[in-house]
């Protein structure tokens, strides 16, 4: 989601102009164990970004609708996770979702 128009469907408004303010839309991330040594975390990271700034996959994903946001780094791809696993339990402990065992 974005607080931007997509330029393809620029009449069409965002769900904050709808009045939908915290609106969130999907993502997806890299995850690997956490004794993964860290230059190794830094090579997967940077072919990562490589990966997704490449003309082939712009083309693609443009295709998608989808529209790469990258982390700068590892500590604020971090400290995004964190902040986005404190919002979802906020939002499943006020309507209580609870999961089975």
Same mark, same amino acid.
Do not use: C
């Given at each position: 989601?974005?607080?931007?128009?997509?330029?393809? /469907?620029?009449?069409?408004?965002?769900?904050?102009?709808?009045? /939908?303010?915290?609106?969130?839309?999907?993502?997806?991330?890299? /995850?690997? =164990?956490?004794?993964?040594?860290?230059?190794?975390?830094?090579?997967? #990271?940077?072919?990562?970004?490589?990966?997704?700034?490449?003309?082939?996959?712009?083309?693609?994903?443009?295709?998608?609708?989808? #529209? =790469?946001?990258?982390?700068?780094?590892?500590?604020?791809?971090?400290?995004?996770?964190?902040?986005?696993?404190?919002?979802?339990?906020?939002?499943?402990?006020?309507?209580?979702?609870?999961?089975?065992?």
């Amino acid at each position: 989601m974005s607080d931007q128009r997509v330029p393809e /469907y620029a009449d069409v408004p965002t769900l904050t102009e709808l009045g /939908y303010a915290n609106a969130k839309g999907l993502w997806s991330a890299l /995850y690997a =164990p956490a004794a993964t040594p860290r230059d190794v975390l830094e090579i997967v #990271r940077k072919a990562a970004v490589q990966a997704l700034n490449s003309d082939q996959v712009a083309t693609a994903f443009k295709q998608q609708m989808i #529209r =790469p946001a990258p982390s700068a780094s590892r500590e604020d791809a971090q400290a995004w996770d964190k902040a986005e696993v404190a919002y979802w339990k906020k939002v499943t402990d006020e309507v209580k979702v609870e999961l089975p065992d």
